[in-house]
């Protein structure tokens, strides 16, 4: 049955709507009805990576914001409408592919949008100011961009307060990495070295290899269609987030090990722990259902791990048993901004708001502080998290370092940017260049 057009646009802006609202576009999507929920989130993805050129427009085409219903309808058609203006799609042209990209007639989005709200009681009553919004646009499109285009937010689609946090951070790349972040991310897989090679797999399977036990397929596709993904001879995971294990276990004898992958949901990294190595895995995370998720990764590549329903920053939810423990080697990956995983979360710019890194920055300290009390002499702590903003980064580290005198920092990639080419100083690894922003730190606790 053809879905009318009007109807995903509904449900698309009321998707939008829910995330600038503090819902995450995960839960928004998962919400829509099943029938519509494909072409709801290929359509939400798409005005998440031009949200903030439509918001620019919408701010010129409106002297004063309408209703938050009646804003984000007008936004999710403006989106669809401004991506192909040449002063933006030169600077995306390596990241969009047309052929994902929604394509429609102009004069039909203006016609289906304003059904759409026709359709619905709360912007029933805008309905001719959005057709009007919609056919000025479309006669001064040119001149409505230009001006766009020299709004930080309308150029880059990204919150100011982002940006300016970028251009603080990196004051010669800032621009590099809001542009790798407006692209969409690659489909990677790990391979399973219990049961292949990277070389084997290649052997029957058109991809690219990356990093020690990574490959890139060439066209993403649903893991069921992935050849051997069900066996568990190979995982979905992103050449950064690969890094993690065998940077913690380097060195270090490859049996034996008491390990702690503490914040372990959804289990890639404690899975590829117990691939590379013959340990003792604990994997902690504080929401039972995410542990579930855990179990099912383990079970389909067939390891096994201790799974706990705990609170890593809070030692007294933990068994006591564990509570006498001291690991040879602890993952924390913090909780963060998931700034570096825009490109596959395009909704969280929009979702985050400047306080959250302050209040994450805050968590990410009792984490590190609490855990390092669990690590033996000699042990070492791998610190990481997906954000490229310093704040959970470098600045961490440098403060644990200084207020920790036996704590060593020991070679470590540090931040890892996405972007297409190498920023001056950063770490080797990061020639790979189309993985997720990350950050690695790894400690050694001194021996006496």
């Not at 040119?142 to 940006?163: C, E, F, T």
């Amino acid at each position: 049955m053809m879905i009318p057009l009007w109807k995903q646009l509904q449900s698309t802006a009321a998707v939008v709507q829910a995330v600038q609202a503090g819902t995450s576009g995960t839960a928004a999507i998962a919400a829509v009805d099943a029938q519509l929920r494909p072409g709801v989130q290929a359509l939400s993805f798409h005005v998440w990576r031009w949200l903030g050129t439509a918001q620019t427009l919408r701010s010129l085409l409106a002297k004063r914001a309408p209703s938050p219903e009646v804003d984000a309808l007008l936004c999710v058609a403006l989106a669809l409408m401004c991506f192909d203006a040449p002063v933006f799609s030169d600077e995306f042209a390596n990241d969009i592919e047309a052929a994902e990209t929604p394509q429609y007639e102009a004069f039909t989005l203006v016609d289906q949008t304003v059904e759409a709200a026709k359709r619905n009681p709360q912007t029933k009553g805008s309905s001719a100011f959005i057709n009007a919004c919609l056919r000025r646009y479309l006669r001064e499109k040119d001149a409505l961009n230009q001006q766009a285009s020299k709004s930080l937010v309308g150029r880059w689609n990204h919150p100011l307060w982002w940006i300016r946090r970028l251009q603080t951070d990196y004051p010669d790349s800032w621009q590099l990495i809001l542009q790798a972040g407006n692209g969409r991310a690659p489909m990677t897989l790990r391979v399973n070295i219990r049961k292949s090679s990277v070389a084997d797999y290649l052997s029957h399977f058109a991809a690219t290899s990356v990093g020690e036990f990574g490959l890139t397929l060439t066209k993403p596709m649903p893991v069921t269609q992935i050849p051997g993904f069900v066996e568990g001879v190979v995982s979905v995971q992103d050449a950064a987030a690969q890094l993690a294990a065998p940077l913690l276990l380097n060195d270090l004898p490859r049996s034996g090990l008491q390990i702690l992958d503490a914040c372990a949901a959804p289990g890639g990294k404690t899975a590829h722990l117990l691939e590379i190595s013959d340990s003792d895995v604990t994997a902690m995370d504080v929401d039972p259902v995410r542990c579930d998720r855990i179990n099912e990764t383990l079970k389909r590549l067939g390891l096994k791990a201790n799974v706990l329903v705990a609170d890593a920053a809070l030692p007294e939810t933990w068994p006591e048993d564990l509570r006498k423990s001291r690991f040879n080697a602890i993952l924390l990956d913090a909780p963060c901004s998931a700034s570096g995983i825009v490109r596959r979360h395009p909704d969280s710019r929009w979702l985050r708001r400047e306080t959250d890194i302050a209040q994450l920055a805050s968590i990410q300290w009792k984490l590190l502080n609490t855990l390092w009390q669990y690590l033996q002499p000699g042990g070492r702590l791998l610190y990481c998290t997906c954000s490229v903003f310093k704040a959970e980064g470098e600045d961490q580290i440098n403060k644990f370092l200084d207020s920790n005198k036996y704590a060593t920092l020991l070679p470590s990639h540090g931040h890892l940017i996405s972007i297409r080419d190498a920023i001056s100083g950063t770490s080797e690894d990061n020639k790979l260049k189309n993985h997720d922003g990350f950050f690695y730190a790894l400690l050694e606790k001194a021996k006496s």
